[in-house]
């Protein structure tokens, strides 16, 4: 297998608001790399552990030139620093270029989810400085068994009116900022062949939010091998 690394370019590492169309391409271009290989084998467990661990492999194979990933063991949480995950810059200054969370809240083939989980876990993104955002989750593909609910198991609908309130609630996003949001659905398929789907906000401008709107990221079937 070649190099997997990623590229981050430089004109997408500062925060301002030039460069917006290219810093989604570079987003776009991050789902796709990442779904490309980073669901477990089938001769693995599916445990939220294996699933979690198979993430940091990815990452870990996808960090850029010149970048540092913690945590450094993608087999361990030990080093983690601030979030679950992140590339920085080794040149001086060691700036974050991408920041992470992972957070099932659930067996990802259980029946109960818990937003709430999530959502604590998201909003230690919303103060780091990082060019890059990821959030990686896991909503109901369906959720016409769980309607009513009460903070139990959540669609992707759901998700977004929550992540929305959460962005729209801080007020001190730094312009060039770009979050990627990447769902892993719960389809209570274990040996499927899994489905992803992730969607993309960019920051324009500093403070406050204003009225955020998603854009659509990759979306489609996961390889498994």
Known sequence: ???????IPPNCRDFDAENLERRLEVARGFVAAFVANVAPQRSLDHSNKEWTRSIRRRLKAMCPNGCYMCPPDPNSSKGEF?????????SLGQRILLAGESEWAT????????????????????SVKASFKVLVFSSDFN??????????????????TRIKASLEGYGH???????????????GDPTGPGLFRS???Q???????????????????????
């Open 143 to 160: 959720l016409a068994d769980f309607l009513g609910a009460l903070d139990g198991d959540f669609s992707i609908g759901f998700a977004k």
């Open 82 to 90: 601030l979030v679950d995950f992140v590339w920085g810059e080794n």
């Open 173 to 187: 996003h730094l312009a060039g900022e770009v979050y990627i949001f990447v769902d892993f659905p719960a389809t």
């Open 107 to 126: 067996d990802r083939y259980g029946k109960q989810t818990r937003w709430s989980l999530v959502e604590e876990d998201f909003e230690k993104l919303l």
């Open 1 to 7: 297998m070649g190099d997997e690394r990623f590229d």
């Open 199 to 201: 969607f993309i906000w």
């Open 203 to 225: 920051v324009k401008k500093f403070g406050a939010a204003g009225e955020v709107v998603f854009v659509d990221g990759p979306t489609g079937v996961l390889l498994r091998r």
